[in-house]
């Protein structure tokens, strides 16, 4: 089980878990999602859909995630409805516990300290966001206890792990509590190899377009003087995450791709990565 606001990492963490087990002669796993309220629906987002079990409670999230001052007792009763309410398919039945955001983790891991499931932690932004200032020392102490425990924690990259390390320190002898740990795709990878990269192409994939860059003046500046005197033609980016073989072949068929980094984890960076686009 995965728990977490934000449906594709939640379906990155799941499918890089599945292949890891694969890949060492494992049995195939089950995988069910909670809370996921946060780019989970929508045409490009079917596997989130399929694998996600719905709780109104729990996909409160999102608000708490922006707000800093989320109520602990909805949490709670969040925390419950995944939990009691829904046995035949909650968490109480699942093997491994997967938990994405610090908040709800710390009151998810304090339920099943003394259960018998594995559990495991993902941080892949700063381990305070969404944490109010009354909160933030059991969380982080939460998160200090469990990682010197030998409880499995991670971070999405670098970045997080330096600011894990600033809020909660390292380990005596200098190792990170909560190592690096970048999630791959190794099913889109594998179906990559089989789809040609077109190096003569005369485009270039304009990858990432958020609001930070929508705004900026200088970046439409480049952009339009590249188009302009240069003999590649920059292309806005397809609704895509890359699902499919069309997909994956519709992406290739551009020489590049070029990915300004506006916050320091983003799926779609690994995902290009995955597929071989440089």
Not at 45 to 60: F, H, I
Not at 139 to 163: I, K, Q
Not at 219 to 247: C, H, K, M, Q, Y
Request: aromatic fraction near 8%; include cysteine; charge should be negative.
């Amino acid at each position: 089980a995965v728990v977490g606001h934000h449906g594709p990492l939640s379906v990155r963490v799941a499918s890089t878990m599945r292949s890891a087990l694969l890949a060492v002669g494992a049995e195939d796993i089950s995988v069910r999602l909670f809370g996921q309220c946060h780019l989970c629906e929508g045409a490009a987002c079917g596997e989130c859909q399929r694998l996600r079990v719905r709780s109104d409670a729990a996909e409160r999230a999102c608000g708490w995630f922006d707000s800093f001052d989320a109520p602990e007792d909805e949490i709670r009763e969040a925390l419950s409805d995944i939990v009691i309410r829904r046995q035949d398919d909650g968490l109480v039945s699942a093997n491994v516990l997967v938990c994405l955001f610090s908040l709800f983790c710390h009151y998810l891991f304090e339920a099943f300290r003394d259960a018998e499931q594995h559990r495991m932690q993902v941080v892949y932004m700063n381990p305070l966001h969404g944490v109010s200032e009354a909160l933030a020392e059991p969380v982080l102490y939460g998160l200090r206890r469990r990682a010197l425990a030998g409880e499995a924690l991670f971070s999405m990259d670098a970045v997080t792990a330096a600011l894990v390390e600033y809020h909660i320190g390292a380990r005596d002898d200098g190792r990170p509590l909560a190592p690096s740990s970048t999630l791959f795709d190794m099913r889109r990878y594998v179906a990559s190899l089989a789809e040609p990269w077109d190096a003569s192409s005369g485009t270039v994939l304009w990858a990432n377009q958020s609001m930070v860059l929508l705004h900026c003046h200088m970046l439409w500046l480049v952009r339009n003087f590249v188009n302009a005197r240069a003999a590649i033609e920059i292309v806005d980016p397809p609704a895509s995450d890359f699902g499919n073989v069309d997909e994956l072949s519709a992406t290739l068929r551009h020489r590049a791709c070029i990915f300004i980094p506006d916050t320091p984890s983003q799926n779609l960076f690994l995902d290009l990565y995955e597929i071989g686009l440089p």
